[in-house]
């Protein structure tokens, strides 16, 4: 995939090369893959000045790598899908194979935002209506303090 290329290229240039991630958990993901890929190569992370931050958030809240990347792919892939939804110009359309094709074109999206719903929150969005007819509609905010605290009486 990605990794296997930019290790490639990194090899076939034969220079020093800074290889950058948006969080601590890709980039221990990346620096694994890379030590496989390029065993010779010497590779040092650079500790950057808002990791302390992330890092203090974790322990006062008690996240774990994976929760702190749920909640990232929970903003992106709606930032993601809000934005695709208002540049659409949606209340102007009337014809189900666009509706269609844009749900093809962002399932991946979807899929990923139901997926860190659920695992941030502990709400499944992808349920079926019929089969359970009450609707959860508490915000977000109050499922996670109710979370939390729930984990907290369990310590």
């Known amino acids: 995939g ?6 490639w290229i990194v090899e076939k240039l034969q220079r020093p090369t800074l290889v950058m991630a948006p969080n601590k ?15 010779t190569r010497i590779m040092v992370a650079y500790p950057e000045p808002w990791m302390d931050r ?3 958030m974790k322990k006062l809240q008690g996240w774990t ?3 702190v990347l749920h909640f990232r792919n929970l903003g ?10 208002r540049w659409g110009h949606w209340s102007d359309e009337f014809e189900p194979v666009k509706a269609l094709n844009w749900a093809r074109f962002f399932r991946p999206q ?5 997926h860190a719903y659920r695992a941030a929150t502990g709400v499944d969005l992808s349920a079926d ?11 977000p ?3 996670l303090q109710k979370r939390l605290a729930s984990q907290q009486r369990a310590m």
Not at 76 to 85: A, T
Request: a negative charge; glycine letters at 4%; hydrophobic letters at 45%.
């Open 141 to 143: 905010s109050v499922l």
């Open 25 to 39: 958990t890709l980039a221990a993901q990346l620096a694994n893959e890379f030590r496989e890929l390029l065993p």
């Open 2 to 7: 990605k990794s296997a290329t930019t290790a």
């Open 54 to 56: 992330v890092d203090a």
């Open 76 to 85: 992106m892939f709606g930032e993601q899908l809000l934005l695709s939804i």
């Open 129 to 139: 209506p019929m089969v359970n007819t009450r609707v959860d509609s508490t915000l």
């Open 65 to 67: 790598d994976t929760s």
């Open 110 to 114: 979807a899929q990923g935002y139901i």
